[in-house]
């Protein structure tokens, strides 16, 4: 099938999937084998993409070839994947006047992620190493200014990896893990465990606590003090179903004369 030629209506070309253009970037990327020691392995992906392989120390020597010889003048992306076993730092380049799209694969061990810089053959390598390195810690030897670009200086880890923790590890004392989570959260009971039960405390039988809490007590205060709510069966006759007599109220004045010892009179007012 060839899709080489522009739609009716001046729509995008689709010659980046025409089988034979593939083929043809295929055949072409023979020339990586000198460069790469070896026969680098080839695969066809999706979208019209083509997908190597190269050891970390080839790829400055294939990345060469790539620009010089075979047309690809952009880098459009880096990136790192953690594959548990070992760490990849995957590379993206474009053919702009071939229109042949490249996917470059580099395997690096967990413990020291390390490659070659492309920097120095392609310009927009620069932040996008940068980042790879911030959230995936691979070192980019030869990079002119490798340091962090979107987290802080001094933030520690690189959170793309499957090893990070958001939060330190903490290990508890084993006083505050005897239950494991399942039993905890459902409630089961537990032997020797102390328990402790809310009460509502006060000093006195009709104290409120609050105004929206009723009169401390229940049908027994109730006909006892003639206060709080009335019970649904009061016993007839009872003091609960009587008219509380209300207490006495006394003025500023009298409270103080009441209060005030009488003087005066003598003997006349102890006769009297």
Partial sequence: MALTQPAAGGGPSLEAFDTNHINELLNLLGQLDEAAGQSVPKRRLPAGVVGIEVASERLLAVARVLRDSLSFDMLTCVSGVDMVDHIESVYHFHSLSRNWLLQVRVKLPNDAPAVDSLVGLYPSANWLERECYDMVGITYRGHPDLRRILLDDDFNGYPLLKSFHPTPITVHDRATTQVDGVRAVAGEQQRNVERIVSKNLGQGEEERLHPGKLTFGSAAVYLKTGQGVEP?????????????????????????????PKTGGGAGAQKG
């Fill in 232 to 260: 649904p069966d009061v016993p007839a006759g009872s003091q609960g179903s009587q008219a509380v007599e209300p207490r006495p109220t006394f003025s500023s004045e009298q409270a103080t004369s009441r209060a005030e």
